[in-house]
């Protein structure tokens, strides 16, 4: 980071287990290909792997392995920081709760779908302040950086409008334009949707079987591919959804030409959906090797990463805790410096 005439870009990713293809071609991809024209903080955010009932043993190697499996997709390590080693986050989350009215919280799909899905699946239902409460925490990490544009999925649109709320009300109510609103970046794929499922999105909440592991063996993703959902039986004039999908996968993930050969062979209407999973399937193995190649180089001095993410993000940190600085002096906070 740090170019200061360079935009700057930032996304996170929480470390609640595999990243799967719809990470990967929705967000995680366009991360590494930001890298080269914008200044670029992304971070692995595990304040909000809290929010949702999780496993304490677990949670810190979750967050190393994701930062393993994100520097061997491509993305810089300089680049990336663990969110709780920059506290300050947490702290502009405080401050933001006071310019965000609980009523907007309520609305958020991400929301309403995860704490009906904690009071189906738990004895207790137990549904935490946290989770409610997300998208502020998201809206800190998102401005503490003064992020000009956010690459995500498009299942995050909602959240970042609620950032730009924020922002808004936080630059009314000081008397100036301090925070930059903050703009969602999309790839041509922000929505991929599950292999056994076309008609939901890709996710690891749903199940096993509704998400592809981007370092799962080669054969269990060719076998997911193979037996993908294509049609649903009915008889139509357009393409059905897991077709779509399947040719948004094969395109994704750079196999070009045999995409156009195989959707011209499709308006011909002689398309064996056989052919195209064959096609897909040796497409996402082929690159999916390649990342599992550079994993296990990375893996093999896992000290060296360990000491890199730290520095990396002490770096990151010194940029946060000058908004902060700015910010207390702007919301009427003292500002001591110890
Ligand atoms: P998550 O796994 O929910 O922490 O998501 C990490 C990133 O991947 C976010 O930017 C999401 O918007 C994106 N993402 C998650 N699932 C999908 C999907 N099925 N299609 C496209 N993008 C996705
Ligand atoms: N909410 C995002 C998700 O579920 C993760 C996230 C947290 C994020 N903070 C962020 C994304 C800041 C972009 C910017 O995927």
């Keep these: 980071m740090s170019d200061t005439n360079k935009k700057t870009v930032l996304s996170c990713i929480q470390p609640t287990g595999d990243m799967h293809l719809g990470n990967y071609f929705g967000a995680v991809k366009n991360w590494v290909d930001l890298q080269s024209d914008y200044d670029c903080v992304y971070g692995v955010v595990d304040y909000h792997a809290m929010t949702m009932p999780y496993d304490v043993k677990k949670l810190r190697s979750n967050t190393w392995e994701l930062i393993t499996n994100l520097v061997a997709v491509g993305v810089k390590p300089e680049n990336l920081f663990v969110q709780s080693l920059v506290p300050e986050h947490a702290e502009l989350c405080w401050i933001f709760n006071c310019f965000c009215g609980i009523g907007e919280l309520g609305r958020m799909t991400q929301f309403k779908d995860k704490s009906k899905k904690n009071e189906e699946e738990q004895s207790n239902k137990f549904i935490s302040a946290g989770l409610l409460d997300y998208p502020v925490l998201q809206t800190a990490d998102i401005l503490i950086y003064k992020a000009d544009y956010v690459p995500v999925g498009k299942d995050q649109e909602q959240h970042l409008e609620l950032s730009r709320n924020i922002a808004g009300r936080f630059n009314h109510q000081v008397g ?163």
């Design 176 to 338: 100036q334009e301090y925070f930059v609103l903050p703009e969602g970046l999309y790839t041509e794929t922000p929505k991929i949707m599950s292999t056994a499922d076309p008609m939901r999105k890709m996710s690891k909440s749903a199940g096993e079987k509704h998400y592809i592991s981007v370092f799962s063996d080669s054969k269990r993703i060719e076998k997911q591919i193979k037996s993908a959902v294509t049609d649903t039986g009915e008889v139509s004039e357009k393409m059905s959804a897991g077709v779509q999908n399947l040719f948004m996968i094969l395109k994704a993930s750079g196999d070009t030409i045999s995409h156009d050969q195989l959707m011209d062979t499709y308006r011909d209407g002689n398309l064996r959906y056989g052919d195209l999973k064959v096609a897909v399937a040796e497409s996402v193995v082929k690159m999916t090797d390649d990342f599992k190649v550079r994993r296990a180089e990375i893996s093999a001095d896992k000290k060296q990463l360990k000491s890199q993410i730290k520095a990396s993000s002490a770096d990151i940190r010194r940029k946060a805790q000058e908004t902060i600085r700015e910010v207390k002096d702007l919301v009427g906070l003292l500002n001591v410096r110890f």
